[in-house]
């Protein structure tokens, strides 16, 4: 009797476990049925179904469990974007949501507000990771010598030094050293300035440097390996020139370069290469142009290159990762922006067509991204109409994709890379009449 006592004890023993084992495959199976049906009806939506409040959340390769007042929620969500339905406690019915984006995909914030309203200035990231905003113009008359410092942890702007001569088409370098030079512009729009000055971001002063040669404004300026900086044609009211100078910082002093460009040119662009040959791109004299050539800083000699496969103005240029340069839209004239872009190869110093723009615009800014793809933003089109509309230039496809949209249409505006890969935009103008001191952030 012991012993069948014992082995009904062992046997009921043996029954309760194979029950429990039994049961908690079956609440295995349940959830399992239960996230795989989900899965094939909902994806790539997402669903909620609720009575009171436990959440399970698949976020695709995550499950996560919370519990909370005996209630349960089951949501599942993609990457890109979901459509929700809702079923109320007590209710059968469901409603759609409207599409809720669920990437980090970049977009358009406000920033804070320069305290002055400006166009055509510059705008250059300092090495503390802030922003120097200097100069350009408030209308047809007002010129502006006031600068402002754009602090990328708070988003604020705050009035620094004033320059010492106010100016706008100028340009503005980020020396090794991490001061600022400023060089040349105009401030009345037909006379040029041959000034230059340095700013001190440790004490926020501006202080005069060695005077160009040439008055210019409209030029480009380039900063070599070496430290100095390369300044490349412009436009003195009524002469366009084919000279180039160099600044050496550590004297103050200019020199002109021993040979000059084949062509005069302003509005064109220079980009520097590792091997410090400039490229000096497209611009205008009489005519608007699309030759080509290099400056070679080590003979500081001059030499062609192949020819663009269209004439352009104020067009954009940036050195890509593979170290070619892509060019980007401008104008044939000014009424006739350019969607077209193309691609300089440095060896065999040809050009080819790429990928055409979704909108032809000049007046626009492109900014290298810290992936290796180009941000093209804002401009105008032949109808004088400000965009807001961006792009994005894909170096892996060699495809353009839109970027979103900016809160304020603008041209004239200014665009630099922030320390953390965003890109801060400021300023511009819609018209002469509308003066921004807007900003915004694209990341």
Known sequence: PQSANSDIGETQSIQSTGARVV?????????????????????????????????????????????????????????????????????????????????????????????????????????????????????????????????????????????????????????????VLVVGGTNDGSTALNSAEVYDPSTGLWSNTGSMNNARFCHTASLLTNGNVLVIGGYDGSTTFSSAEVYDPSTGLWTTTISIMNTARCEHTASIFTNENVLVVGGGNTVYLRSAEVYNASIRLWTTTGNMNIQRFQHTASILKNGNVLVVGGGTTVRAPLSSAEVYNLPTGLWTAADTMNTARLYHTASILTNGNVLVVGGRTKDNIP??????????????????????????HTASILTNGNVLVAGGMADMNTIFSSAEIYG
């Open 23 to 179: 049961c908690i495959r079956s609440k295995l199976m349940w959830i399992i049925c239960t996230i795989v049906a989900i899965a094939i009806i909902t994806i790539p939506t997402a669903i909620i179904l609720t009575k009171k409040g436990n959440v399970v959340e698949i976020d695709l390769t995550t499950i996560m469990m919370a519990t909370e007042k005996g209630s349960t929620t089951l949501m599942l969500t993609t990457t890109k974007s979901s459509t929700t339905a809702i079923a109320e406690p007590g209710s059968t019915t469901t409603t759609a949501a409207e599409p809720i984006p669920t990437t980090t995909e970049a977009v358009w914030v406000p920033t804070g507000s320069m305290n002055r309203a400006r166009t055509s200035h510059t705008q250059v990231t300092l090495k503390n990771g802030n922003v120097l905003v200097a100069g350009g113009q408030f209308g047809d008359r007002h010129v502006l010598k006031s600068a402002e410092v754009y602090t990328a942890s708070t988003g604020l702007w705050t009035n620094t030094g004033d320059m010492n001569t106010a100016r706008f088409s100028h340009t503005a370098s980020l020396l090794t050293n991490g001061n």
């Open 387 to 412: 965009l807001s509309s961006a792009e994005v230039y894909n170096l892996s496809t060699g495809l353009w994709t839109a970027a979103g949209t900016m809160n304020t249409a603008r041209l004239y």
